[in-house]
């Protein structure tokens, strides 16, 4: 089955600058690739996701890469601010069980004013 | 659009007692509904995926007996923990998988459900 790794488990960043978290998947069968946030005691929220036919995407102070050839997808968030501390999950789901996500471990990012 | 809508939020139960957890697509008709389990600190971990009209499909290590899960409209699912005990504690959290207003697929999670077994 699938297997997705994610890095760091941890990310502290000064406001303004930007966060980078990176994740590898295994099954090449894989083809929609979310990321969510999730804040205390809540349910994840979809920030932004990518499908495999595309090689990079971007809403506002967010964007996502994929490379499928190495099997990997980062998240990019610029001019970071307080409001983006939270725990982030990257995910990996094929086409033929679309929804059936296999989540990474998390980073928890921490933005200090 | 595409609301799902989970409750209770939060439940505490005695130990050897059962809770339900309901799961609903408010706007949307959701041919699939996932189950997860969240341990404080972990990540998400599928539990089951339930389809209308049938039986659930549970991922390896997750007692289908302990864990009945029922999908009776494409509205609603439901999650009851049979016989819980302390270890079960943890947030449940569902998503549901279908067809939006325009007829794009969506997928929605719901906002958990917190679980404590005394």
């Known amino acids: 089955g699938e297997n997705v790794e994610q890095h760091p488990s941890t990310l502290s960043v000064q406001e303004g600058d930007s966060a980078v978290i990176k994740c590898t998947y295994s099954?090449?069968?894989?083809?929609?690739f979310p990321w969510y946030k999730q804040e205390l005691g809540k349910g994840p929220q979809l920030i932004i996701d990518?499908?495999?036919?595309?090689g990079e995407k971007k809403d506002q102070r967010i964007a996502v890469t994929l490379n499928k050839t190495a099997k990997h997808f980062s998240l990019h968030i610029t001019e970071t601010q307080p409001e983006d501390s939270a725990v982030y999950f990257c995910?990996?789901?094929?086409?033929?069980?679309?929804?059936?996500?296999?989540f990474g471990a998390g980073t928890q990012v921490v933005v200090t004013p | 659009g595409a609301v799902v809508s989970q409750h209770p939020s939060r439940v505490i139960c005695k130990s050897g007692t059962s809770v339900k957890i309901e799961c609903r697509s408010l706007?949307?008709?959701?041919?699939?509904m996932f189950w997860y389990r969240q341990f404080p600190k972990q990540s998400l971990m599928l539990m089951a995926t339930?389809?209308?009209?049938?039986?659930?499909?549970?991922e390896q290590g997750v007692e289908k007996d302990k864990f009945l899960i029922n999908h009776a409209s494409l509205t609603l699912s439901t999650l009851t923990v049979t016989s819980a005990h302390p270890e079960d504690s943890s947030f449940y959290i569902c998503?549901?998988?279908?067809?939006?207003?325009?007829?794009?697929?969506?997928?929605?999670f719901g906002a958990g459900s917190r679980l404590t077994v005394l």
């Open positions: 099954d090449s069968a894989s083809n929609y």
């Open positions: 339930s389809n209308e009209g049938s039986k659930a499909t549970y």
């Open positions: 995910a990996a789901s094929e086409a033929d069980s679309w929804g059936k996500l296999q």
């Open positions: 706007d949307f008709q959701a041919t699939t």
């Open positions: 998503s549901a998988r279908g067809s939006g207003v325009s007829g794009a697929n969506v997928l929605t």
């Open positions: 990518i499908r495999s036919n595309v």
